[in-house]
């Protein structure tokens, strides 16, 4: 039993709702915070929201950060999504001496050995590049859901940042929701949400989760629960979400 059949008839009751303020979100986004850049693991989520962007209209760029280390099915989605959409995507990658450097003095699993070395190799394979990748942006656009960890429970619609926004269109979004759009849509997604992967990040920091365990406990899952953000979405210093400014949708 597949990801839809098991998650798309678990929609909540204001999807339709859900999906135009999705689609208002992105188009005030347009208006107020251009360029815009989509910022893409790939994952159900950021499918979503390339197709909203492609539903809606909207000017933004797309991008991939290839870590070197993401599964094959992960990296195979990258031509299926131009194929489909029609649309550039950019992939950037680590400093290959930074990144080789990094792999000879701790190992390819230097993430194992202590928080500290697996943030290092989160800055090389994902901040680093994820700054060039927001150059020139003046609003990147993510697939954040208020449900998927407690550390996400805050998330707003837009997040005011230093000169660069960030919109969460489907921050109110279920999993449910996300699954039914999909098969409404006939969204193309990651074949490993069909092995019970519903965060999908590189090869080494991701297992299958069990029914009833937090969506994101298959990511590190050898670390506390306050440790299990990467960077990209939180204050890399402190790992603390960035003070956010909720949206409300009548």
């Not at 992960?74 to 131009?82: H, I, K, M, S």
């Not at 998330?155 to 940042?161: K, M, T």
């Not at 080494?204 to 406990?217: K, L, N, Q, V, Y």
């Not at 506390?224 to 979400?241: I, M, N, R, W, Y």
């Amino acid at each position: 039993m597949g990801a839809i059949d098991l998650y798309a008839h678990q929609a909540s009751a204001g999807f339709d709702r859900k999906v135009e303020a999705s689609l208002a979100l992105l188009a005030r986004a347009q208006r107020e915070f251009a360029p815009l850049t989509q910022a893409s693991s790939l994952g159900a989520e950021d499918m979503v929201v390339t197709d909203l962007l492609q539903r809606g209209g909207i000017a933004s760029a797309i991008f991939v950060l290839d870590t070197g280390r993401l599964h094959p099915e992960t990296l195979a989605l990258v031509d299926r999504l131009r194929a489909h959409y029609r649309r550039a995507v950019e992939v950037y990658r680590p400093d290959a001496a930074e990144a080789a450097a990094f792999t000879a003095a701790h190992g390819e699993d230097a993430m194992y050995q202590s928080i500290d070395l697996r943030r290092q190799c989160c800055h090389i394979r994902k901040m680093e590049p994820l700054e060039r990748a927001l150059a020139g942006h003046n609003g990147w656009i993510t697939g954040l859901r208020r449900e998927q960890s407690n550390a996400r429970a805050d998330v707003a619609d837009i997040e005011p940042g230093q000169g660069r926004a960030k919109i969460n269109p489907l921050a109110d979004w279920t999993w449910g929701d996300v699954w039914h759009y999909i098969a409404l849509r006939g969204v193309p997604y990651n074949p490993l949400h069909d092995q019970f992967m519903p965060s999908i990040g590189c090869a080494p920091c991701t297992r299958a989760i069990s029914i009833g365990e937090d969506f994101r406990s298959g990511r590190w899952w050898w670390e506390q629960e306050g440790a299990k953000e990467c960077g990209l979405h939180a204050d890399h210093a402190s790992t603390v979400p960035m003070i956010a400014i909720r949206e409300t949708h009548a």
